[in-house]
């Protein structure tokens, strides 16, 4: 499992850059091959590869261009005065939950209440804008799919469940029949509950040698939610705050 705590990106060059040194020694380690670590170069993967891309979080519009859908490495955007950028580099093909902490000071609504995965330049990728949270409510966990076609990604997906995983619990809500979300006044620092983002990481598609990348296939057969609850079942025995929670 990986980690990473949203910073500036106007800020957090030096840091960013100690982060990726740390995680390319690691990487060289266990064997890899990729030698890009910056979300916004491009990747020619193949399985076992650490792959590093970004999440930015912004407001709804900010990642466009008139109508037109921009990815965050394009500076037509005016992303690095606001945003708020989180770097991971999960190994290709493994199921990974990441995580983005939200209780020692970063607000997601504050940043605009979306976020967008990207990576690449010239074969730029990225998401769609999802919500994440506002002043009315909060969703702490999600499914992204990174999918490669011969070793270059070309699509990140973000895919939802529906609602059953939270059908019943209070605290809890079922935003339009398809995410579930919880009251942002519950949320730390205004309520008890931990709402760190916690996102589920699949891979599909095909790499270099063309090898078929299978972890999206293992995830869709599990239950929505079943590895941040594994993972909150870890912290809740080391903290007893996800008690309230799950």
């Given at each position: 499992m990986a980690a990473a705590s949203a910073?500036?990106?106007?800020?957090?060059?030096?840091?960013?850059?100690?982060?990726?040194?740390?995680?390319?020694?690691?990487?060289?380690?266990?064997g890899d091959t990729n030698g890009v670590y910056e979300p916004c170069s491009d990747a020619w993967?193949?399985?076992?590869?650490?792959?590093?891309?970004?999440?930015v979080f912004?407001?709804?519009?900010?990642?466009?261009?008139?109508?037109?859908?921009l990815s965050p490495c394009d500076r037509r955007l005016n992303l690095a005065s606001s945003a708020q950028l989180a770097v991971f580099r999960p190994k290709v093909d493994e199921i990974s939950l990441l995580?983005?902490?939200?209780?020692?000071?970063?607000?997601?609504?504050?940043?605009?209440?979306?976020?967008?995965?990207?990576?690449?330049r010239k074969y730029a990728a990225r998401s769609a804008p999802i919500f994440v949270s506002n002043t009315s409510f909060t969703v702490s966990s999600f499914t992204l799919v990174l999918e490669f076609k011969k070793g270059r990604l070309q699509n990140l997906h973000w895919k939802k469940d529906g609602c059953g995983a939270c059908t019943g619990k209070s605290n809890f809500v079922c935003l339009g029949k398809q995410t579930c979300?919880?009251?942002?006044?519950?949320?730390?620092?205004?309520?008890?509950?931990?709402?760190?983002?916690?996102?589920?990481?699949?891979?599909?598609?095909?790499?270099?040698?063309?090898?078929?990348?299978?972890?999206?296939?293992?995830?869709?057969?599990?239950?929505?939610?079943?590895?941040?609850g594994l993972y909150s079942n870890l912290k809740d025995t080391l903290s007893g705050q996800f008690n309230k929670f799950f």
């Open positions: 910073s500036a990106p106007s800020s957090s060059r030096a840091l960013l850059a100690l982060t990726l040194s740390i995680a390319c020694l690691a990487q060289l380690a266990a993967i193949q399985r076992g590869d650490g792959f590093s891309f970004g999440v912004a407001g709804y519009n900010a990642f466009f261009s008139g109508n037109t859908q995580t983005i902490n939200t209780t020692t000071g970063f607000n997601p609504a504050s940043a605009g209440g979306f976020m967008v995965a990207f990576a690449g979300a919880i009251r942002t006044q519950s949320c730390k620092t205004q309520g008890p509950v931990d709402c760190s983002i916690g996102i589920q990481l699949a891979f599909s598609g095909t790499d270099r040698h063309e090898s078929v990348l299978n972890s999206w296939y293992e995830v869709s057969n599990l239950r929505q939610y079943s590895l941040y």
